[in-house]
């Protein structure tokens, strides 16, 4: 079987490469080792945060390009895949300021407000400091769109293939890459490599790629108290100068899953894991620390009600994305747990590289 661009890896990110590459007149070939839908890796779940609050100009282009590939494929598909419902941001002023700037510099709405007015706001959250508001943001429907991506991806001649694991990827030229699974050998002119937490083992010495840990996070569900309050999404860092916070893991994002209550996490803190060997088990220190969280600063929910949901990081150490070519090998990973808003953009990206673009600076392997 012969293709132009093989895609190893089915979540959000190799299905939007799917959809980008085929979209241009690529033939392409989607292999999955799982079945569709699956909760083994990142991707799953109805719910992520579209979240513009980044400081760094590079993060700010790619998520402005994703709100209009989001929107291009809400309109292909007829799904509605952005509620924009307003985001928050509170705790580490220092730090949001940046952000503001950042936002003024780039055109981006977003606007402080104190305390006081954020909390008649949003009575379901507790506030300590100002706020800063950014209304093009909310939450991204994740389950609806890997739908979408592939509906998109097979409208333009893509195929998708699950339950087919690969089992070694042979390069054989500059052009030419050879994909071996159980029944088959794909050959293709590139392959890209969105493989999630077995991006390493997959890739082997084929690539040299900056460490990527694997680690089992565990945000949970929980229920609101009152079905007619306002939930925006929210991300919420500790302040460094308050002690109150200090039983804090790392930042806490959040947001309203419809039909499942107000989700909110730590970010990136989980033990480290083997993705074929998860417990799947919550760490309890960690999760009654969450629920702290919730008691303290949710008064909109019960904080006994947390439903934990399991989950998978794959993170570098600075947490930016690894977006590379190693000859016909294209590899996407490091998400780091703030991957998926940016997902028809990363696979715009991953396009260009399979068709002999550049990799972007902040994203190159080789940084």
């Known amino acids: 079987m ?4 093989a895609v190893v890896g089915g979540g959000a990110m190799g299905s939007a490469a799917a959809w980008q590459l085929a979209r241009r007149g690529h033939s392409v070939t989607l292999l999955e080792q799982f079945g569709q839908g699956h909760h083994i890796g990142a991707s ?36 509605q895949l952005l509620d924009l419902v307003g985001l928050v941001n509170h705790g580490d002023v220092r730090r949001l300021h940046g952000v503001r700037a950042a936002h003024a510099a780039l055109g981006i709405e977003s606007h402080f407000i104190p305390a006081s007015e954020a909390a008649s706001r949003w009575q379901g959250m507790n506030f300590r400091s100002d706020v800063l508001v950014v209304p093009g943001s909310g939450r991204v429907r994740a389950a609806d769109a890997l739908v979408a991506l592939r509906r998109a991806a097979e409208s333009h001649g893509a195929r998708f293939e699950y339950s087919t694991p690969v089992r070694d990827i042979r390069v054989t030229g500059e052009d030419r890459v050879v994909v071996v699974t159980d029944s088959a050998e794909i050959e293709a002119r590139r392959v890209v490599v969105t493989a999630g937490a077995w991006t390493t083992r997959l890739l082997g010495n084929l690539v040299r790629l900056p460490e990527l840990v694997v680690t089992q996070e565990q945000p949970a569900h929980f229920t609101p108290l009152d079905d007619s309050l306002v939930w925006p999404s929210f991300n919420h860092s500790p302040d460094p100068d308050d002690p109150r916070d200090a039983y804090w893991y790392s930042p806490v994002y959040g947001m309203l899953t419809p039909g499942e209550g107000i989700k909110a996490g730590w970010h990136g803190v989980g033990p480290m894991t083997d993705p074929d060997a998860r417990s799947f088990t919550p760490e309890p220190v960690q999760l009654g620390a969450l629920a702290r969280y919730a008691r303290e600063w949710l008064p909109g929910v019960d904080p006994a009600s947390a439903v934990p949901i399991s989950c998978t990081y794959t993170s570098t150490a600075n947490e930016d994305f690894v977006l590379d070519r190693f000859g016909p090998v294209v590899v996407g990973a490091g998400f780091s747990g703030h991957g998926f808003k940016f997902t028809p953009a990363v696979g715009r990206v991953l396009a260009d590289l399979a068709d002999g673009g550049r990799a972007p600076g902040r994203f190159s392997a080789r940084r």
Do not use: C, I, Q
């Not at 012969?2 to 661009?5: A, F, R």
């Open 2 to 5: 012969e293709v132009d661009v």
């Open 44 to 79: 799953h779940g109805a719910t992520r945060n579209f979240n513009m609050a980044y400081a760094e100009p590079d993060y700010l282009d790619l998520v402005t390009e994703a709100k209009s590939l989001w929107d291009e494929l809400a309109a292909e598909t007829d799904t």
